[in-house]
Nanobody, 124 residues
Framework: QVQLVESGGGLVQPGGSLRLSCVVS????????IGWFRQAPGKEREGVST???????QYADSVKGRFTISRDNAKNTVFLQMNNLKPEDTAVYYC??????????????????WGQGTQVTVSS
């Protein structure tokens, strides 16, 4: 059974940092691209970043230079290091497994399995 479980969210002040983790099971991590998405209140879910051995790493323009995606295949875990957080980064963050590469990197229809999400709140 494919599972993805996020953790690491919380409340942080503007300018602070958080590291999110996505622990996967039921499949071999190194063979798959994993993405991070987020959904803010009242907004559509948007792509944040993806990590892939064959297709490179991708980042949304809004997080470039502040967020870094990485993975530890031995620990079945994908990380999202978030630095210099801003109030507009407040959202529920989800990780997901990508199974096709027909279109752009953040096309949700190409991701088949999703975690339950972890809340990130950036506020003073």
């Amino acid at each position: 059974q494919v599972q993805l479980v996020e953790s690491g969210g919380g409340l942080v002040q503007p300018g602070g940092s958080l590291r999110l983790s996505c622990v996967v099971s039921g499949f071999t991590l190194r063979y798959y691209t994993i993405g991070w998405f987020r959904q803010a209140p009242g907004k559509e879910r948007e792509g944040v970043s993806t990590i892939s051995d064959n297709h490179g790493n991708q980042y949304a323009d809004s997080v470039k230079g502040r967020f870094t995606i990485s993975r530890d295949n031995a620990k079945n875990t994908v990380f999202l290091q978030m630095n210099n957080l801003k109030p507009e980064d407040t959202a529920v963050y989800y990780c997901a497994r990508r199974i096709s590469f027909v279109s752009q990197w953040d096309n949700e229809s190409e991701f088949d399995s999703w975690g339950q999400g972890t809340q990130v709140t950036v506020s003073s």
